[in-house]
């Protein structure tokens, strides 16, 4: 490989005292009003950044090039009035995220390589859009850096775990919290031998692998040339990440009536009314919301024990024995009749949609374990769209890695 795995980076972040003006949720998880309501009142919001759509009349295309050109005065405006700075040299950083249920990661920000995204060193398992990877990539350019990090996972490694548990030691660099709660906290790891030891302990793995972020790594590539072949990744150890189950939604039956539904679906499934929510305890079990009544299903028959590691996973079970042939869904990604809900919006809001929204019946499903999505990758195959919600989610505004011009 050309470069390293991971790279030090001298990152632009808020000057001293000003995250919490600059922190904003992940452009990507917000709609155009809820970004409007995040930036309201926060001149300083990377929202003006990451959403500049927000800032220019309600008509305009989100994508038009004036909403690209606007990120870019807003991040210049930024730097220029000094609520953005730029380190002197080159860092690692140690970021951790608390969530409000006491849930705490601790991972290294990090400049990671193009070239190993390209030959899988850092892995993938999803599928990108190109107009998706198209707006990221002109987002990097116009701007002038990577904004938007990529969350990664890697192996368990005790020195760097060590390295991390030292920096984190002091007090913070920054601190801010999100708006739903969750406080991020960044570290500079500025000794030359303990970033020389992080870069080596990174070498050293077999793979890092993108939890999310799939479209901004596949945006960097299309920019590498322009931007020395990194972007921004921010990874933690595998068994510290979050997974919740990404529920489905489906707007009609397929022309089935209710009882029939159910009886399509018992044929695959033990179907058994709750009194209560459904959160699947375990996986091939889910839950059902259809009318006011929330049901457990049971798997009948498990996936054969030679299946494939996409095969196993709870999304493609649902897809395989409900979805396609009960309720005709045979595209996800195209087919207007379904959509995904994280599960860190909760069970409520299955039932609101399907009571209040005009969907017919809703899914809770059980999360995607890491070591699936590992198996998943290591084998350069492709989980189904929407396997899994991570939470928390990582802060965009506290570092950016800039493109040299």
């Known amino acids: 490989m050309s470069a390293p795995l991971i790279q030090p980076f001298a990152a632009i972040r808020p000057a001293r005292g000003r995250a919490q003006d600059i922190i904003a949720r992940p452009y990507d998880v917000l709609s155009q009003a809820e970004a409007e309501t995040g930036a309201r009142g ?19 295309d989100p994508h038009a090039p004036e909403v690209y050109d606007q990120a870019a005065k807003a991040f210049a405006a930024m730097q220029a009035e000094g609520v953005l700075v730029r380190d002197p040299a080159p860092h ?32 993938r398992h999803e599928h990108t859009r190109p107009d998706k990877e198209l707006d990221r990539a002109r987002q990097i350019a116009a701007v002038g850096a990577h904004t938007g990090p990529v969350l990664t996972a890697h192996p368990s490694d005790p020195e760097v775990e060590a390295l991390l548990a030292a920096a984190t030691a002091a007090e913070p660099a920054a601190g801010a919290k999100t708006d739903d709660g969750t406080r991020h ?30 479209h901004r790594s596949a945006a960097a590539l299309r920019v590498a040339a322009q931007s020395g072949g990194r972007f921004l990744i921010i990874s933690f150890p595998a068994e510290q990440m979050r997974i919740l189950g990404y529920n489905r939604i489906v707007r009609e039956l397929n022309g089935l009536s209710r009882q029939a539904f159910l009886d399509a679906v018992s044929r695959a499934f033990s179907v058994v009314p709750s009194s209560e929510p459904v959160s699947p305890s375990q996986p091939a079990t889910f839950g ?22 996409v095969d196993r996973l709870d999304v493609s079970i649902l897809m395989a024995r409900i979805l396609t042939p009960v309720l005709g869904i045979v595209d ?44 998943v990758a290591d084998a350069g195959a492709v989980m189904p769209p929407k396997s899994t919600w991570f939470e928390p989610k990582l802060a965009d505004g506290l570092l950016s890695l800039p493109i040299e011009r």
């Open 185 to 214: 906290q960044v570290w500079p790891i500025v000794d030359p031998d303990e970033i020389d030891r992080m870069t080596a302990r990174f070498e050293a793995m077999p793979a890092i692998y993108i939890a999310d972020g799939h």
């Open 288 to 309: 059902l919301y259809l009318a006011g009544q929330w049901y457990t299903l049971g798997l009948r028959e498990p996936p054969a024990p030679d299946a494939g590691p």
């Open 42 to 60: 926060r001149p300083w919001s990377f929202l003006h950044v990451s959403r500049a759509e927000i800032d220019l009349p309600d008509a305009t």
């Open 92 to 123: 690692y950083y140690a970021y951790r995220m608390t969530a409000p249920d006491g849930h705490v990661q601790t991972g290294v920000a990090a400049a990671g390589s193009t070239r190993a995204y390209e030959i899988n060193h850092i892995r």
């Open 332 to 375: 996800p990604r195209t087919d207007q009749r379904i959509d995904f809900v994280g599960g860190g919006r909760g069970l409520g809001d299955l039932a609101r949609r399907v009571d209040a929204d005009g969907w017919a019946v809703a899914f809770s499903l059980y999360p995607t374990a890491m070591a699936d999505l590992m198996a």
